[in-house]
């Protein structure tokens, strides 16, 4: 039998986010051995509805089932300041469809960013084998102000980054986060 | 069938914890309330063996079991800064035995201090209904320079913060991080 961890279980039976995920976890690893950044996806949510318990070592959950997150699945820390992303993969070719993001998780953006956290979302269009970094700021702006429920490929062209292909981190995208800082 | 969240499930059949973890996570939801901070308990961290897949809101976890946390309980934003932190009850009188937290955890917090995050533990020695604060420097210089396996009630005494009992919130620990901050 082969074991999932909670991190990559979600994304495997839904098909859906394991190669920019492993891409990204992999980056962060290389941010943590390298003392640049502490970056951690979370444990997938969920809800405990049965235990055998016969020690502290030994407890075996029998019944469980997900949760809906209420908060992103990247957090961590770099020069000191509080880092939070999401990281999305779309087969869409023009845009990024934004029920891909929980409301909640669009609202809990919007309460890091407004205390000063970094906030963004890396979005890979797989067919196009191009991946992006977009502020919480243009998210945000772009939710606020328009009615459209998907973002188009241009915005991201536009007001994000296009996040080169590298081989060590894979997925650079504290370089992104370095403008963000600079520019305040 | 009564359901526990994975976030307090561990306590709960453990029998620790509980209390303490009750209250800051009021806090938590009182900093949250009143924008003041955004600080979460991750969800506990398990390894997922067996699903029954049926659809994508339907998935059943029929056999799982806990992982050994890697990183602390605790973190988030305040004031742009990264927050990271270990929440633990003891009812030893005199001491906080430190093979309560995990040595990767130590390791955790000793690497989210030196890239600027503010790190620290809140210990509850239950039996006297005391709460203190002890900011990671002061944790880390005790486990690198003491042979003790446990940390002395004097030393919370004399280089961490007794948490003042209050109604809202409940654990003001932010209170401290202040005090932290402004001292560099």
Not at 21 to 47: F, G, H, Q
Not at 83 to 104: C, G, M, R, V
Not at 134 to 162: A, C, M, Q, V, W
Request: no cysteine; glycine share 4%; aromatic share 12%.
């Amino acid at each position: 039998m082969k074991l999932h961890s909670a991190n990559n279980y979600n994304y495997k039976y839904s098909n859906r986010g394991m190669g920019l995920e492993a891409d990204i976890n992999a980056s962060n690893e290389y941010y943590l051995n390298n003392d640049k950044a502490v970056i951690y996806k979370k444990p997938t949510p969920i809800t405990i509805n049965k235990v055998n318990y016969h020690s502290r070592s030994d407890a075996l959950i029998t019944e469980a089932h997900f949760n809906t997150p209420s908060t992103t699945d990247y957090n961590g820390v770099y020069k000191g300041r509080y880092i939070d992303f999401e990281a999305k993969e779309t087969k869409n070719k023009t845009s990024f469809p934004l029920n891909n993001i929980h409301a909640h998780q669009i609202e809990h953006i919007r309460k890091i960013t407004k205390l000063g956290g970094i906030g963004f979302i890396i979005v890979r269009f797989t067919t196009l084998d191009e991946t992006y970094y977009l502020s919480s700021d243009k998210l945000l702006s772009f939710i606020d102000n328009k009615t459209r429920k998907s973002i188009p490929l241009d915005y991201f062209r536009e007001k994000g980054h296009l996040i080169k292909h590298k081989l060590r981190p894979l997925v650079d995208y504290l370089e992104y986060v370095d403008k963000y800082i600079k520019e305040g």
